[in-house]
């Protein structure tokens, strides 16, 4: 065993200087390694950079999209509701930002260690940049469970809808028209009957909705359960039905958070592999100063870099 | 590597960019926050210079993370630069799809609109039960 690990680490010592083909001089200074890495990078930008767009272009293609500090506006244990009374836009997303930048920082603080052939120092940070990114996904997760079983958002259906004129609701129980306000450019969740969305219900005077699908003197329930208030819009006097948010949004959503997920889960998995390695002593004999952790360390800091553009584009824009 | 500071000055400025980082991720948030405020509404100018300000704050922050903690700083120049240019042609994706989008969303509205017109019957021609009729009679 012993025997065989030192001929895998002679083999690789060797490729670390020779994989060049050119001799001993090396393009732009960087081992082969770390800039393939560079490179693959690149390329991944470059199609999170295509997803990102078409996020954008559908955005801009669309009369009305959902306001993110409405659609983001929940946080685990129900602290939204015990100590931001009702809503808590952005918070819960900023703590996740916060692991993945700490994450990052502690990434650095591991490959700073390798530099000096520190091998607890590696194990030690990179424990560390492991449980961050556990963190996220584990936030992420409770994210999606809220957004799918809680506010019923899907790919194919986006109850966040959005008012594009300005208005008054009808009563639900009589069909009168309220002096509730219906305001142009407010976001609003097309709750289901009978189901529990974990929102305060403030001034709709506990109406029990019925669960049958229909036509009511104050809302409809469509075929999914989902009621869709009545409204009259100020300037035409004509009765409106609250719709549905634009569909791209639930896929674009889902879809583009969950390759970066899945590009943290991946990483997660490097870090494991490469923080065992290091602490079993792999990287200590090849003597080149934690090489490994450095490519992996580059890897981590492009997902926390992704994600200030994911986090751009869907929370913060 | 970083052979260019000592071992303690890097670490300290590991937690120093951390701090960065955060301080600019919360300037963020304030920031996209009060984008949203309703006195705000009536002023878009106002709107569109807050989340111009957002996009250069994650602009900034995307470029620490790639020249500090990357350590691309210090590579050498053409290692930077032939990653970072090709970058460059996401300029154009940007105001390409972006434009599309729009148009796609103008073409939509025309529909709308036409559709919308009242249909004039057209002179001269026979309308639907007439020509039903007339088949009938044969």
């Known amino acids: 065993m012993a025997e065989e690990t030192d001929i895998l680490i002679a083999d690789e010592h060797q490729a670390d200087t020779g994989s060049w083909d050119g001799g001993d001089q090396k393009p732009f200074k960087a081992s082969y390694g770390k800039l393939m890495m560079w490179y693959f990078l690149l390329s991944d930008a470059f199609t999170f950079a295509g997803f990102l767009i078409a996020y954008g272009a559908l955005r801009f293609s669309s009369p009305s999209w959902p306001v993110p500090d409405k659609v983001f506006a929940t946080a685990p244990f129900d602290i939204h509701n015990t100590i931001f009374g009702g809503e808590a836009p952005l918070i819960f997303v900023t703590f996740m930002s916060f692991l993945l930048i700490i994450s990052s920082g502690t990434m650095v603080r591991a490959v700073q260690e390798g530099a000096r052939e520190n091998k607890r120092g590696v194990v030690f940070w990179m424990l560390l940049t492991v449980l961050g990114g556990a963190g996220f996904l584990g936030c992420q997760a409770w994210e999606w469970t809220n957004l799918i079983a809680t506010e019923h958002m899907t790919v194919s259906t986006n109850p966040f809808g959005t008012y594009t004129e300005n208005g008054f609701y009808l009563d639900p129980e009589t069909g009168e028209v309220t002096d509730e306000v219906v305001k142009e450019g407010e976001t609003y969740l097309l709750h289901k009957a009978g189901v529990s969305h974990g929102e305060g219900h403030e001034g709709e005077e506990h109406f029990e909705y019925p669960t049958v699908a229909g036509d009511y003197a104050g809302f409809q329930i469509d075929d999914e359960g989902f009621i869709h208030r009545k409204y009259v819009v100020s300037e035409t006097n004509e009765v409106k039905l609250q719709d549905f948010g634009p569909t791209a949004f639930g896929a674009l959503f889902f879809g583009i958070t969950g390759f970066h997920g899945f590009h943290v889960f991946t990483g997660v998995i490097f870090l494991l592999i490469i923080l065992i390695n290091a602490g079993s002593g792999v990287y200590a004999a090849r003597q080149n100063g934690y090489e490994m952790v450095e490519k992996i360390g580059l890897y981590w800091h492009f997902v926390d870099l992704v994600w200030v553009f994911v986090f751009l584009v869907f929370y913060l824009l | 590597m970083a052979n260019h500071l000592s071992y303690e000055d890097s670490v300290k400025g590991v937690w120093k960019g951390l701090g960065l980082l955060a301080i600019v991720t919360l300037a963020e948030v304030f920031l996209s926050l009060g984008k949203a405020m309703e006195s705000l509404e009536e002023y878009t100018w106002v709107i569109y210079g807050l989340a111009f ?86």
């Not at chain 2, 602009?59 to 020249?67: G, N, T």
């Open chain 2, 53 to 138: 300000l957002i996009i250069v704050l994650s602009i900034y922050k995307a470029y620490f993370i790639i020249y500090e903690f990357m350590h691309m700083g210090y590579e050498v120049r053409g290692l930077a630069l032939s990653v970072l240019l090709p970058v460059l042609l996401l300029v154009w994706a940007l105001v390409a799809f972006f434009n599309e989008g729009s148009a796609w969303k103008n073409n939509r509205e025309e529909i709308n609109e036409r559709d919308n017109i009242e249909a004039e019957a057209p002179v001269g021609m026979l309308n639907e039960d007439e020509v039903t009729s007339d088949a009938l009679l044969g």
